[in-house]
T-cell receptor
């Protein structure tokens, strides 16, 4: 079945450091790819998405490019802030039959940014 | 608040008891999902509704679990004869026919 593998955390960075969180996937067909973020005490929020190969999703300074050749969707940010401290989940949306689409998540990567 | 709401936010129960969680999706969303999230893991798909029809159930959803969406609006997830392994965060999400999946803040279950 479809699966998502993302780098294990926790990741601790100093403010203004460069961030990369790796994500690779296994899927049949052409899934859409997402990054979700979960801030402490809050629900999951969509951070960015890409629906086809070579698409770049971006939001709040974060970027990720859908790379079909390497089946990857790595999350990057040039300069992190303390407010970016959260758990980040990579996910793919694929058709599972009978009119049903299913989101499959990675295990999450906890990011802590220190001043 | 026009987001996805879940109730209760936290439920503590003894092993063997039944519990029920409620999800109110965003009003115009006809697709509704339930996920389970355990500590250190990503959310795992449980079941999916399109309007009132339950179109897909994960093998994670044992016979002790049942979900309904009787009028195509709110949904309930019931767990009968709870076990300690059921302790988790139960997440509800909804979306329109196409587009972003919006998540509620979850209902945390602790089984003693």
């Amino acid at each position: 079945g479809d699966s998502v593998t993302q780098m294990e955390g926790p990741v601790t960075l100093s403010e203004e450091a460069f961030l990369t969180i790796n994500c690779t996937y296994t899927a049949t067909g052409y899934p859409s790819l997402f990054w979700y973020v979960q801030y402490p005490g809050e629900g999951l929020q969509l951070l960015l998405k890409a629906t086809k190969a070579d698409d770049k999703g971006s939001n709040k300074g974060f970027e990720a490019t859908y790379r079909k050749e390497t089946t990857s969707f790595h999350l990057e940010k040039g300069s992190v802030q303390v407010s970016d401290s959260a758990v980040y989940f990579c996910a793919l949306l694929s058709y599972s039959g009978a009119g049903s689409y299913q989101l499959t998540f990675g295990k999450g990567t906890k990011l802590s940014v220190i001043p | 608040d026009t987001g996805v709401s879940q109730d209760p936010r936290h439920k503590i129960t003894k092993r063997g008891q039944n519990v029920t969680f409620r999800c109110d999706p965003i009003s115009e969303h006809n697709r509704l999902y339930w996920y389970r999230q355990t500590l250190g893991q990503g959310p795992e798909f449980l079941t999916y509704f399109q309007n009132e029809a339950q179109l897909e159930k994960s093998r994670l959803l044992s016979d002790r679990f049942s979900a309904e969406r009787p009028k195509g609006s709110f949904s309930t997830l019931e767990i009968q004869r709870t076990e300690q392994g059921d302790s988790a965060m139960y997440l509800c999400a909804s979306r329109e026919e196409t587009g972003e999946l919006f998540f509620g803040e979850g209902s945390r279950l602790t089984v003693l």
